[in-house]
């Protein structure tokens, strides 16, 4: 990953390292040896630090190794976190994906999504495919993406409202291009791109975790999860479902918690703050690092890889349907409207269109006492005898969870979910009429599988709050960084689909707005550059500021540790 | 190395290259045709789940169509002629276009019958019916595309030197008859909308 993301790492590594050797030596003695070497690869590091900045000559191999030392450490702890989450991903991403989506199985009681699952299956004929997975998901939102690790265990997601407002041929066209992207190998790049998003939220996690219990938890589960064998532990999909919501958000840490707690201000306080001032500053540098490479490095390079692909799926689909019209029709209409889908965000780049914005924002955070009092009720709610250990009264996030899970389980027809839920809602409006906008309404839940508009979208209006409850930032998500959208333009789809065959009923061509935008992109080039020229100064100083905090940090405690074990020995 | 090695040496390599190329020809087409055999094995996969769905069927028109015997006979017998035509391939794509045909005038007849549209476990049946023919129609383009896959690879140069010796000859594609057609124009007028003709 990033050179600049590699020299702050490595000096908390080390850190980390030398502490811990510290703390071995107080009990039993570390050889002077160690210490020794120790000194010499500090000495190489100083060498390339110098080379760089005070611009000292230096023996080229000394550089070479000094760099090496500088860069290698945390280069392979990101390679390692990045293969890790892969892994993970590939194992059971999917499950929590779907959880995260509230994705349910089609009903084949209800005529449109039978004729959904036949022209999954017709599709999947055509393409010489397995025949994925099919799964709807409630939400006003138009949208469709595949899910999976590979074609063996592929996923089609769509929405309701998908079903609603294409025609057969168009539904056709879509699924084609969905499968067909499957077919291409779509998915594993997918994993791979997202693996490298949510690596860095899983950084940030890291730098976090001693000091907020939030990303501990998140962490802890995590590790769990990548050491359990079972997929379809539904903890450990509900784990990973949480983790790609919140933490692919660069959003307020738990580090600002910590630092900035509302209240009083004490000198221990300050005190404890000043002391621990390096790690603040080394997230703080992280944090803007991750923002630049990934909307300026990464972002873009992937962002353009991935509209290849699309492109690629779209001629494939073209290819198997014989009908360019009618997927040249569906883009169209798809475009037209946002295609919000609650809790989509981190997979933004797998949909079909961008999941946008659409409903506004209601402004309903909970204070404290109404989120215990939501969290009383839902668990008194709870049959007797299957209370889980894991959802409290003060553990929010896990009720929150819980909650999302019931209303999973009745949507597919379990009785008891439905059950409760009822007494759940029954007892929320009794109470408190504003928590009661918390949980969905069960009779909603009903209409809205037969194609209820007004019902999908108080549904959704009870996800986007469910949603808020766990990430202050509604549309960030890994795809917000990039600068390049993923999904590519829709005038170059049409173009190319134009190519293939299709004829395409332009609204309104504006040669004039495309002159504006090129004149002012021009004008404003140098400016960006500009910019972004010294967004990258002030990176390096601050790695610099870290760095060197850090070195000063980690010498007071080694002092200290050489102090303490003096002290001991004579 | 004198003059005599040398020449030997280049033979073996040659020989050790060319040898390679064989092995790597023969096993890409072996693997093609299979697929060829596979996709051919689809079709019968999807004709044989529309010789299924035929008696539900024909005992759901009954119920509300019984004097309409001439059409709800003929489906049947052209479904239990398919069925016994099973292992005769020639004999096969006749008695198949003949059930489509049978199929396509009772959806016909059907049209007709209002109560009969309108019923749940008709509709179920209907579209599992256009599913079924479309599936069939898909798994047939699947065919056509690997037969034109396979026919282009062991035809072309240089593969096509040795395709004769090695056993791989062209295969046939599907063609579009008369009889497919009339069950795909007259489904026209159902809910589902599948008109046309698919190559």
Redesign the interface.
């Known amino acids: 990953m990033g050179v600049p993301l590699a020299l702050v790492i490595t000096p908390l590594m080390y850190g980390v390292g030398l502490i811990a050797a510290d703390v071995v030596n107080l009990f039993w003695p570390v050889p002077a040896e160690f210490w020794r070497k120790a000194g010499a690869v500090a000495g190489f590091g100083k060498v390339a630090l110098d080379w760089l900045v005070q611009q000292k000559s230096a023996d080229p191999q000394a550089l070479a190794v000094g760099a090496a030392v500088m860069l290698v450490p945390g280069m392979l702890f990101s390679f390692l976190l990045w293969v890790g989450l892969v892994r993970l991903l590939r194992r059971s991403g999917s499950g929590g994906a779907l959880l995260a989506l509230a994705a349910r199985e089609p009903l084949p009681t209800v ?1 449109k999504e ?2 959904l699952a ?2 999954v ?3 999947a ?4 495919l397995p025949a994925p997975q099919l799964m709807l998901i409630d939400a006003p939102g138009a949208n469709a993406c595949i899910l999976g690790a590979g074609p063996e265990n592929a996923r089609i997601v769509v929405s309701r409202a998908l079903l609603e407002d294409l ?3 168009e539904l056709e066209a879509i699924l084609a291009h969905l499968l067909a992207s499957i077919g291409n190998g779509d998915l594993r790049i997918a994993v791979r791109m997202t693996a490298v998003f949510e690596a860095c939220g899983l950084l940030l996690a890291i730098i976090n975790a001693p000091f907020g219990p939030q990303a501990r938890r998140t962490l802890w589960r995590l590790v769990r999860c990548w050491l359990g064998s079972g997929s379809d532990d539904p903890k450990e999909q509900a784990a990973i479902a949480d983790f790609l919501t919140r933490s692919a958000g660069l959003e307020t840490d738990d580090i600002d918690r910590f630092m900035d707690p509302s209240g009083k201000k004490s000198v221990l306080r300050s005190l404890r703050n000043f002391l621990l001032f390096p790690i603040f500053l080394t997230n703080l540098a992280i944090k803007l690092l991750l923002w630049v490479f990934l909307s300026v490095m990464v972002g873009p390079f992937l962002a353009l890889l991935w509209r290849t692909r699309q492109y690629l799926a779209d001629a494939s689909a073209i290819q198997l349907t ?2 360019p019209d009618a997927l040249a029709r569906a883009l169209q209409k798809l475009s037209q409207e946002p295609g919000q889908i609650p809790g989509g965000d981190w997979a933004a780049h797998l949909f079909l269109v961008l999941p946008g914005e659409g409903v506004g924002h209601a402004d309903n955070s909970l204070s404290a006492q109404q989120m215990q009092t939501l969290a009383r009720v839902w668990l008194a709610s709870a049959p007797a005898g299957t209370q889980s250990t894991w959802a409290t009264a003060g553990n929010f996030s896990a009720v929150s969870n819980q909650i999302s899970a019931t209303v999973q389980a009745a949507i597919s027809g379990d009785v008891q979910a439905m059950a409760r839920l009822h007494a759940a809602y029954h007892e929320l409006t009794a109470t408190d009429p504003q928590l009661a906008a918390q949980v969905p309404n069960p009779d909603d839940l009903v209409s809205a599988r037969h194609g209820d508009f007004s019902a999908m979208t108080r549904l959704q209006a009870v996800r986007r709050n469910q949603n808020q409850k766990a990430s202050k930032d509604d549309s960030a998500g890994s795809q917000a960084p990039s600068l390049i959208d993923f999904h590519p333009p829709l005038k170059r789809r049409l173009n190319r689909l134009a190519k293939l065959g299709a004829q395409i009923h332009e609204n309104s061509a504006e040669p004039k707005a495309r002159i504006v935008v090129l004149v002012l992109s021009l004008l404003l080039g140098p400016f960006v550059l500009a910019i972004l020229a010294l967004l990258l100064l002030l990176i390096a100083i601050l790695i610099m500021a870290s760095m060197t905090f850090v070195a000063i940090w980690l010498a007071v405690i080694h002092k200290l540790f050489a102090l303490a074990g003096g002290v001991r020995i004579g | 190395m004198n003059g005599m090695q040398l020449s030997f040496t280049m033979a073996g390599v040659t020989a050790v290259l060319v040898g390679t190329w064989l092995v790597i020809t023969f096993n890409r087409l072996v693997a093609m045709r299979n ?1 060829v055999q596979n ?1 051919w094995a ?1 079709i019968d996969v ?1 004709l044989n789940r529309r010789h299924d769905l035929v008696p539900n069927l024909v005992e759901t028109a009954r119920g509300y169509m019984e004097h309409e015997h001439s059409v709800l006979d003929a489906v049947t017998a052209a479904r239990a002629q398919a069925i016994s035509a099973s292992n005769d391939l020639a004999a096969r794509a006749t008695t198949e276009s003949m059930l489509g045909g049978t199929l396509g005038r009772l959806v016909a007849v059907a049209e007709g019958y209002p109560q009969l549209r309108a019923a749940e476990n008709f ?2 049946l209907q ?2 019916l256009t ?1 079924t023919e ?2 069939i129609a ?2 047939r ?2 065919y056509n595309d ?1 037969v034109r896959k396979y026919n282009t690879s062991q035809a072309t140069f240089p593969g096509n030197l040795v395709a004769g010796m090695l056993g791989f000859s062209p295969k046939s594609m599907f063609l579009a008859d008369e009889a497919d057609c009339s069950i795909r124009l007259l489904s026209k007028n159902d809910e ?3 008109g ?1 003709e ?2």
Request: proline share 0%; hydrophobic share 30%; glycine share 8%.
């Open positions: 005529l039978l004729q036949d022209v299956q017709e599709m004929i055509a393409a010489g025609e057969r041929e014989r009908n | 697929r996709a689809q999807q509709k179920v579209e599992q599913s479309n599936r898909y798994a383009q699947f690997e589902s909308g599948r046309e698919r190559g």
